[in-house]
């Protein structure tokens, strides 16, 4: 196990009918506050106005900010800066799922600086303060309710990039799982993909000291958890303790504890699905299936311990048998997972062509330096996805 | 899945040479502070001359109280208040194991008020505040470097209690695997087996809602890791993975991760365990197996609900195999587990004989009704114990 350091404080607010306490818990942090939020279905599904009577109730005022799309942008942000200085707020509350919550925390650092939130992005500049952000969410997959993380897209340049900051841990997050009963099959589809790849990526890590039980355990207990219950859903959308497993999964699937004491990690998944996104707005679970597929194949053959933890996952996991063909069992066994969810495995699937993915390959190949990850190259990347063609093209 | 707030702040610096970090991470709580701990061991390792080197280096003065006992008793911590007061400290350092570290909270609430300590634990009153709390752990077993609980005992009244409050959160826990390589076989056994256990209390608790499946696998993973590395430490005093597993498994232990999520919990094995010290000066994780070994044989033929529950703890944390005797195999491997470490299994072998016993039974009837339980009269408990003698006695 590697030295590390685990501090997570925001507090979690967990269960049926707990977003009425948003009001309460505000209060705590001002008097004012910026209310952050995507399309319409937090009006649809009466949740924006849950929220809106008990921060009145509790005397907090408050402007919103709507319109916040998947991969949320720049720009947008910047408006939303705009507005929470022009009326001096005091805190920014996140009604939505992980694009919501993102734009909010740089929105939070934002309205604290008075240069560019993407000095941020682009490690131009370090997070030191950030309004307190207070989270209701709404859809269960990137674990940015419970976390120091954020992802942002710059339109004009083309890039997607996620920074981490003390400051960003949400005070507060009202976790209320039948908020999702009403998400949509392909959106819990991601958002359990999602959850599971930010394990997968820290249990795939290569180390030279993998003896991590505890850690292990852990990340195999939640993903096979996450897989149970989002068959679940798909049967039944309303399925409360599905939902409630698929929620509260995804919480702790990136809020710190699985990578501690694993040492150094990523495996490059997201970063690939981030190019992929970053160029073609595809979405980002879609974009994680398509990579796992593919990488984990080529991940095995690297060495007799990386076969032997794809090996592992198997067994724990999927719960499969000993055999000679267990690893390829296993990518099998995820890769139907995948397909059952209706998530794709091929680019081709998402529309990306050879062409596509070579300006994807390209693409991560100039902000891979970000990652510090030891396969990044062009070709390797374009190699996964089209090996065939990519022979062919040499 | 049941309702629940979940909030842990708790900073957790985890690894090898990690102790010297206490001096800097101290000054952001003073410059005065109480360095609480135990017998003569952490002068006889070195750790007490590491931790007074850095604070000096770093400008924090301090006063000592040393002699905490396991099973930390009320006069001490007294001793410890009236200290703090003189010395006019603004933080506690506790260096030693969850005595130590037991003693050290009780100190951080009783210095903040001008009445008994012991109105908080017979819960008179409750605690608002409490002088920050620093811990450096030197064995591992209680997980209190990690929660908001405190246990101590009155020797007059011959009561054990445990409160939980906010301010009893330690700021900063430093965990160093290295300090538990000179811990006896004893200790290290008894650690093991009580953080199982923690985890256990949440498990086996009945619940008309046991679909919690996340929760399941975090405490199966972690009792399953702690069993393997119990062995290893048996086996060579100095394994650091090992060492390392214990101590990281016992604070994600009782962290409050755990229950979160299964509702109503505690089975009465800490109310029993508690009630045998109290009279006895039992050793915590001694009084433990012994009553777990007893306890889960009736609880399995409660309902087929229950049986189904340690069905599943040993397909999922001993591996075992389907069968008739599932159950009883799964109690079987647990008292295994308990005797290979040399933990006892029967009131005998901690020198309990049915009149001692009898007095235990009528301890634990007299404070049972803090925690609620629903079978806790005395003919229960000792029936427990004495099925045969008790049957003689009616």
Same mark, same amino acid.
């Given at each position: ?9 925001t507090k979690?607010i ?8 948003i009001?309460?818990e505000s ?78 925390? =740089? &929105?939070? +650092?934002? $309205? ?13 500049? *370090?997070?030191? !303060?950030?309004?307190?952000?207070l989270t ?34 949400p005070k507060i997050s009202i ?16 958002? =359990? &993909?999602? +959850?599971? $790849? ?13 003896? *991590?039980?505890? !850690? ?61 996104? =970053? ?116």
């Amino acid at each position: 196990m590697q030295n590390f350091v685990f501090q997570n404080p925001t507090k979690i607010i967990f269960g049926r009918d707990t977003i009425s306490q948003i009001g309460q818990e505000s209060r705590k942090y001002g008097a004012s506050a910026l209310l952050v939020y995507g399309q319409n279905s937090v009006k649809k599904n009466g949740i924006l106005q849950t929220v809106c009577e008990t921060l009145r109730e509790n005397g907090v005022s408050f402007v919103e900010h709507s319109g916040v799309k998947p991969n949320p942008v720049l720009s947008h942000a910047e408006e939303g800066i705009r507005k929470a200085k022009d009326n001096k707020v005091e805190m920014i509350i996140a009604i939505g799922g992980g694009s919501v919550i993102d734009e909010a925390k =740089a &929105i939070a +650092a934002g $309205s604290k600086v008075d240069y560019s939130v993407w000095d941020f992005y682009c490690r131009k500049k *370090t997070v030191q !303060q950030a309004l307190p952000v207070l989270t209701v969410l709404t859809l269960a997959a990137t674990g940015t309710e419970m976390n120091g993380r954020t992802v942002l897209t710059n339109e004009e340049t083309q890039e997607k990039f996620v920074i981490g900051a003390d400051p960003f841990y949400p005070k507060i997050s009202i976790l209320d799982p039948t908020t999702t009963f009403t998400v949509s099959r392909e959106q819990t589809a991601y958002g =359990a &993909i999602d +959850a599971a $790849s930010h394990l997968m990526e820290v249990y795939f890590t290569h180390s030279d000291d993998w003896f *991590t039980p505890i !850690q292990d355990r852990y990340s195999e207990g939640i993903i096979r958890s996450l897989i149970d219950a989002s068959y679940c859903c798909l049967e039944k959308a309303d399925d409360y303790n599905a939902r409630a497993t698929i929620m509260w999964g995804a919480s702790l699937a990136w809020n710190g504890l699985a990578p501690s004491g694993v040492g150094r990690w990523f495996t490059p998944n997201h970063l690939i699905g981030m190019g992929m996104s =970053a160029l073609f707005d595809s979405p980002h679970g879609a974009t994680i299936s398509v990579s796992f597929s593919h990488w984990l194949s080529w991940f095995m053959k690297q060495s007799p311990e990386n076969k032997a933890r794809v090996e592992q996952f198997g067994r724990e996991v999927f719960l499969l048998k000993e055999s000679e063909f267990l690893a390829e069992r296993t990518i099998e066994a995820l890769k139907n997972w995948y397909s059952k969810l209706g998530s794709p495995i091929a680019p081709n699937e998402l529309g990306l062509d050879y062409a596509k993915m070579k300006l994807v390959a390209k693409k991560i190949e100039s902000f891979a330096h970000f990652w510090m990850l030891p396969h990044y190259h062009s070709d390797f990347v374009l190699s996964l996805f089209y090996e065939k063609e990519f022979i062919r093209n040499q």
